[in-house]
Structures are given as C-alpha cells and as structure tokens.
C-alpha cells in the first residue's frame, strides 16, 4: 500500500513582513512586526501568523487544529491606497478615446510592483534604501541575512554602496577572523590577478561583514563567502536565486528586494514555489526560535497579492527530461531499443504527460522523441541494421559518440569523423572548442560582434558550422527542436588563456566576470577530456591533453573542482 504523508509544521516558524519606507511592517494582521521580532508572543497573535504561512508555531489546540483566517495588515493596504492616490498615472487609470493611458504591464502581472510608469515610479516614497532596511534588521536583532537581488550587477553595486556608507556589522575579532578567511581564499593568486579581481575591496567588503554571492564571483571567493556566512561572520549577503539552491546557507532572515524577475525572455512574476523556495532559507534549525521573510516594497505592490502568494502551498512539478543522442546511444548499446522505449515510458516525463493528456488519450511523448532522434543516428551511421525493421545495434561511431556529452554532442562526434580539429595548435584547438560549449548571456548579445583569433581557428569553426546546418536539416525533417547556435563570444579569450596571457587580459577581451570566465574554460577542459577519451590514440588526443594542461593553471586550477 501508498500513502500519502503531508506534514504542513515547520520545524522553524516563519513570519511574513513587507518594509515600506523605513518601517518593517507584518503582512497580516494582528502581529506587530516588533512583537514578530521577539520570543514573547501571545498565543493570539501567534494563530494569526500561523494562518499567514501555513505552518503551526505552537502546540496549542488552536494552532494545531484551526488557525483563525489570516487578514492583510490593514496598514498595509492603507499605504497601497495613498501611493495610489499619489501617483494617479496613466498606467493606472484609462482615460479619453485616443487609447492614451490605457494600462500596460511589461513587468511582471503589474500586483507585486513594476508596473507604474517608470517616471512616476521615483515619488514612491515607500521603496526602502538597502541601507535602511540592513540598519534596521541589525537594530532589531535579525541578521544574519540574505538579500536576494535578481541581478549580479545589482548584488555587486549593493555591497559597494554599503561599503561607501561605511557600515560595517562585524566586531574586531570578527573581522581579524573574515580578513584571514579572505586571504586564505587568495592564497593561490599572484599579484596581477589580485589587480584583475579587486581582491583589496573584496575582502575589504568581507571584513564588514558585507559580501555578494553570485555566478559571476570566482569560485574560490564564493566558497569563502559561504563559510564566512555559515560560522556567523558574514552578515549580508547579497544574492542572486542561485544561492536558493543546492548550498547549505541558512539564514535568521530573508529579504526579497523585488518579486518579479528575468526568466530569460520577459520579466515575470515570481511562482509561489520559487517565493518558498527562497523564504525557505529563513530560519537556522537547532539557532533560531523563529525565522523572517521580508519583501521590500516595490511602487504598484498589492500586498494582497503578496498574502496569496506567501500562503500558496501546492505548486506545479514538470520534467525537463528529454532523450538526446548521447542517451539514445547509450540507452540502446546497454538495453536495446525496446528496453529503452519501455524505460522512457516508466519516466517522471512520461507520468506528467500522461496526466497532462488523460490515461484515455495516453501520450509516448519520449518514446516518439526517441525514436526521431535515434532516425537522425541511423542517418548519419551512428545506428546500423544486420536485417530490414530489424533490431538497431551500435556502430564503432556510435560508441565514440557515447562518450561525448553536451547540447552539441553530435555536431562535436560528427566533426571528429571529418577531422575538423586535426592539426590545430593548442590555442586554435582552444577557440574552436569554445564556439561548442559557450553561450552569451542575453545582456553581452548587444556586444559587438565577437571575432576568431587566426584563420585555422576561422577555417575550422566555418566547418563546424556547415555541419551544424547539415544535422540542423535532418533534425528539423524529423520534428526535433533546433540545436543552440555555435557561439564564437568566448574564442577570443580562450585562445589567449591557453597562449599564457594573464587573467587581466583576458577578462578585457572576454567582458565577463571571474566566475563565468572559470567556468566556461573548465567546460572547455571537460570537452577536451571528452574528446582524448573518445579518440585515444589519434594526435587529436595528445593536442587535447596539452590543452588541458594550459588551461588548467591560475584562478582555473585553484577553483573549486566541485563548484
């Protein structure tokens, strides 16, 4: 038998607060923000917060059995109703027969901020300064904290402005301690690449007390900022929703500085799972008592809105499985096709299809994708029949092709068989290789357009794009979604990295940050490593474990292999 086991208690309770102006307000009524902060909490108005989030606080009968209905704090939708009344611009209140005024949203739905017109949106006088809302967590006892900024460039910005504010949140030995953390996270960088990495505000920041926390920082600095953060010494951290995921960084409080976000292609709202899991991070289990969850104030904020989207509790999951060639091949070399059909059909992908379609109507959604992109490979050779409609079995190309992995595996196998990479000095080799695992963030797509180092690196990356257009057309023949497009933003950079130039030079060429620049030569080192291991004798391998190696020195070698 299956049962279904739904436990709705948090082993640390979370109390939901919006700071408007230079005021922390509770979002629901009948909890002061002040009383929130405290340990002595009367039993009613704890019933009230519990209603709030969702979760029970106490053991009473009260708060275990029926929370009373959970109000909006009426203070808060006071303020909505003046800004309102304050802005009155036309986004608001469509006026006249022209169309004028009529209302746009192009941020988010328009309910959690963003959606007044932008010149009106500097008289809100409600949206706090970081600095103020930061003074006023240390006053109240609730850091340490981190603040989710959904911008890299916003988290960077923050620290040095609180910096300039000279707010410093650590006591003298707390900062003895952070400075010796921070030179130990730069103990394996010369001097020039501390220049390139402004290590001296860095740990100038980290000894405040004051850090951000983001893809862009290098690997071995965002470790420090985790440990500072996790042993107490750090205080606020500035964040994008990466830290949400998969690091053990607990805090006492959680503030949301915006609720809508660029998902890639538009700036949304924010889902209620996303929100959880953010404000998940409130509340340290075995430190806390209690945890705090603070949305700033943004111009056009339905705290209404806010309320339904805290106390949602149920929120969609879908798979984002799909068989690719490298699966295909290995699914059939070790199952066969019909084993590998029958595994795809007991996926999570299938499941969510099925109820998606209704079990009348059941979809083989990934047994279909299957088999398009197993045709592809039978094209192209990877697959062979010893019969007509017989069984596929793998060829000796198809079993090169299992040891590559990414989103252009068949491009990369297909430019082995050709030779594409044959003859390439280490640095070309470095270029080309980029152009197959690197992809420009949407902000660097304005850039001018990026250029290839010398003609063998042109000559071969015009191949890997004639391949690329040739697999494109039997995809596409078989339904199959378009492959990324070879990308040449990071040739330059990579070229010169594996040519021995310093980490300053590159980071000019390339306009990207620490992080990112350690990042995508580590993915050219793995396809390298790929490559080596899937043509081991050939030349090509050995130009790749010297490729490797040239690579692998500097802030790539001292990252965190498991970063």
């Not at 009373?68 to 469509?94: C, F, G, K, T, W």
């Not at 022209?98 to 006088?125: D, I, L, P, Q």
């Not at 990207?512 to 081991?536: E, H, K, Y």
């Amino acid at each position: 038998p299956v049962e279904t086991v739904v436990s709705e208690r948090r082993p640390v309770p979370l109390y939901q607060h919006v700071f408007a102006g230079r005021r922390l307000f509770s979002l629901y009524a009948g909890l002061d923000s002040g009383e929130a902060a405290s340990s002595g909490l009367d039993s009613d108005k704890v019933t009230l917060s519990e209603a709030a989030s969702g979760e029970p606080t106490s053991s009473g009968p009260a708060a275990a059995l029926a929370p009373a209905p959970a109000i909006v704090n009426p203070e808060l939708l006071q303020l909505a109703r003046q800004e309102a009344r304050r802005l009155r611009d036309d986004s608001r209140r469509p006026r006249g027969h022209n169309g004028r005024g009529k209302k746009h949203v192009s941020y988010g739905s328009g309910a959690f901020g963003g959606a007044a017109n932008a010149r009106f949106a500097s008289y809100s006088r409600l949206a706090p300064r970081r600095g103020d809302v930061v003074a006023e967590l240390d006053r109240r006892q609730l850091l340490p904290a981190i603040y989710f900024v959904f911008s890299r460039l916003g988290c960077d910005q923050a620290v040095h402005r609180l910096v300039e504010e000279d707010l410093c949140l650590t006591s003298g030995p707390e900062r003895r301690a952070l400075r010796d953390l921070a030179d130990e996270a730069a103990a394996g960088l010369n001097d020039d690449d501390r220049a390139a990495l402004r290590f001296d505000d860095w740990r100038e920041a980290l000894s405040r007390g004051l850090a951000a926390h983001h893809a862009g920082l290098l690997p071995v600095f965002k470790q420090a900022v985790e440990q500072a953060f996790t042993a107490g010494l750090a205080k606020v951290v500035f964040a994008t929703e990466t830290l949400a995921l998969g690091i053990n960084m607990p805090a006492r409080t959680v503030v949301l500085e915006k609720l809508v976000k660029y998902n890639g292609q538009s700036h949304a709202d924010i889902t209620p799972g996303e929100y959880t899991q953010l404000t998940g991070r409130a509340g340290r289990r075995g430190i806390d008592v209690e945890g705090h969850a603070v949305v700033a104030w943004q111009p056009g904020l339905d705290p209404r809105a806010l309320a339904g989207l805290a106390s949602r509790r149920t929120y969609p999951l879908r798979s984002a499985f799909n068989p690719t060639a490298n699966m295909a091949v290995n699914l059939v070399g070790s199952l066969g096709a019909d084993r590998a059909r029958g595994l795809l059909d007991r996926s999570f992908a299938q499941f969510h299809a099925d109820r998606c379609q209704g079990q009348a109507a059941r979809s083989r959604a990934l047994a279909e994708r299957f088999d398009k992109v197993a045709g592809v490979l039978e094209n192209l050779g990877y697959f062979a029949c010893d019969e007509p409609d017989g069984p596929w079995r793998v060829t000796e190309a198809g079993r090169g092709l299992a040891r590559l992995y990414g989103e252009q595996d068949l491009v990369v196998a297909e430019a082995l068989r050709a030779r594409i990479f044959d003859g390439l000095a280490v640095a070309p080799l470095a270029a080309v290789l980029s152009a197959l695992v690197y992809e420009s963030r949407q902000r660097d797509r304005r850039q001018p357009p990026a250029l290839l180092p010398d003609r063998s690196s042109q000559r071969a990356v015009a191949e890997l794009r004639r391949l690329a257009r040739d697999i494109a057309v039997l995809e596409r023949g078989r339904g199959l979604p378009p492959r990324p497009l070879l990308d040449i933003g990071f040739a330059e950079a990579a070229y010169h990295w594996a040519d021995g130039a310093s980490l300053g030079e590159v980071l000019r060429l390339a306009d990207v940050t620490a992080g990112d620049f350690v990042r995508w030569i580590r993915q050219i080192t793995d396809l390298a490593g790929q490559i080596a291991d899937a043509d081991r004798s050939s030349p090509l391998a050995t130009s790749c474990r010297r490729l490797v190696a040239s690579l692998c020195r500097g802030v790539v070698d001292t990252a965190d292999p498991d970063d």
